[in-house]
Nanobody, 123 residues
Framework: QVQLVASGGGLVQTGGSLRLSCAASGSIFSINTMNWYRQAPGKQRELVALIHSGGSTNYADSVKGRFTISRDDAKNTVYLQMNSLKPEDTAVYYC?????????????????WGKGTLVTVSS
């Protein structure tokens, strides 16, 4: 059984910083892409940042230059460093991983989601 557990959300003032973490646990063989999504009230979930297994990254235009995604493969963990936060960054942030797990019959590739962590930026 694979689980993704996100942490690090909270309340911060405009211009502040937060660091989100998401740890994957269970019978994991390998992790491909790890991603952060967010969903603001009344809006659709959107991709914020992603990092490939080789380390290459992509960001939504709205967070470029302010957010940094990184990963520690030894810990099966992905991070999102968020600086210069704005009220429009307020959302529930979700981590997502495309990974291969070990099963009783071999290996299985699946998409896993963690429960969200709330980030609130006050003006």
């Amino acid at each position: 059984q694979v689980q993704l557990v996100a942490s690090g959300g909270g309340l911060v003032q405009t211009g502040g910083s937060l660091r989100l973490s998401c740890a994957a646990s269970g019978s994991i063989f390998s992790i491909n892409t790890m991603n952060w999504y967010r969903q603001a009230p009344g809006k659709q979930r959107e991709l914020v940042a992603l990092i490939h297994s080789g380390g290459s990254t992509n960001y939504a235009d709205s967070v470029k230059g302010r957010f940094t995604i990184s990963r520690d493969d030894a810990k099966n963990t992905v991070y999102l460093q968020m600086n210069s936060l704005k009220p429009e960054d307020t959302a529930v942030y979700y981590c997502n991983a495309d990974l291969i797990s070990r099963t009783s019959s071999g290996q299985r590739r699946m998409d896993y989601w963690g429960k969200g962590t709330l980030v609130t930026v006050s003006s």
